[in-house]
């Protein structure tokens, strides 16, 4: 069984920064995935950062150049460093991995909120 707890969700003025964490409970194994997710009230959840366990990283156009993601496998964490936030930034941010295996595996964090407001 893998747990997800995520951290580092609050309120940041427009330009700010916060830091986001995810510590992973459980062994994981294998090709796997960790990335974090977003959804604002009445949208989809959309894919924000990704970063493998061979450390190649994707991004969303929409935070290039402003966001960065890192993953710590002796900790089991990821972090998702959050820069120049914008108000469309604001949405719940979820911790994600995702398993490849002959049938794919999917676990979720309980999200943290992100507000970026002046």
């Known amino acids: 069984q893998v747990q997800l707890v995520e951290s580092g969700g609050g309120l940041a003025q427009p330009g700010g920064s916060l830091r986001l964490s995810c510590k992973a409970s459980g062994v994981i194994f294998g090709i796997n995935v960790m990335g974090w997710y977003r959804q604002a009230p009445g949208k989809q959840r959309e894919l924000v950062a990704s970063?493998?366990?061979?450390?190649?990283?994707n991004y969303a156009n929409s935070v290039k150049g402003r966001f960065t993601i890192s993953r710590d496998n002796a900790r089991n964490t990821v972090d998702l460093q959050m820069n120049n936030l914008k108000p469309e930034d604001m949405a719940v941010y979820y911790c994600?991995?995702?398993?490849?295996?002959?049938?794919?595996?999917?676990?979720w964090g309980k999200g943290t909120l992100v507000t970026v407001s002046s």
């Open positions: 970063v493998t366990n061979s450390g190649t990283t």
């Open positions: 994600n991995i995702h398993i490849i295996m002959g049938r794919d595996i999917d676990y």
